[in-house]
Nanobody, 122 residues
Framework: QVQLVESGGGLVQPGGSLRLSCVAS????????MGWYRQAPGNQRELVAL???????NYADSVKGRFIISRDNAQRTLYLQMNNLEPEDTADYYC????????????????WGQGTQVTVSS
């Protein structure tokens, strides 16, 4: 019913920048929260950044000052601007959305994208 599709990952040199995008589609009435999580090999999936519908934003300490999360005016596309990338940022990045579907306005469901790979290397 709801799909999240990420794009924008790739290979970048240390100190470089990438912008990730996530497009939400399907039976969406409202998206309460959207965010980015990442998982490096052998590690747990961790929160990178989370943005609430009202505008409150949470960042992981490791990315504060370097990454910027944002949503478009329709609140259906999520972005992560990643600046001054470090090798430690290498991971699969996953889009997350907390969604109230059109078919039931009383519930909220979690959805995840398929992931996009970010590799920071010389």
């Amino acid at each position: 019913q709801v799909q999240l599709v990420e794009s924008g990952g790739g290979l970048v040199q240390p100190g470089g920048s990438l912008r990730l995008s996530c497009v939400a589609s399907g039976s969406i009435l409202r998206i309460h929260r959207m965010g980015w999580y990442r998982q490096a090999p052998g590690n747990q999936r961790e929160l990178v950044a989370l943005i609430h519908q009202g505008g409150v934003i949470n960042y992981a300490d490791s990315v504060k000052g370097r990454f910027i999360i944002s949503r478009d005016n329709a609140q259906r596309t999520l972005y992560l601007q990643m600046n001054n990338l470090e090798p430690e940022d290498t991971a699969d990045y996953y889009c997350y959305a907390d969604v109230t579907p059109t078919y039931d306005f009383t519930i909220r469901n979690d959805y995840w994208g398929q992931g996009t790979q970010v590799t920071v290397s010389s």
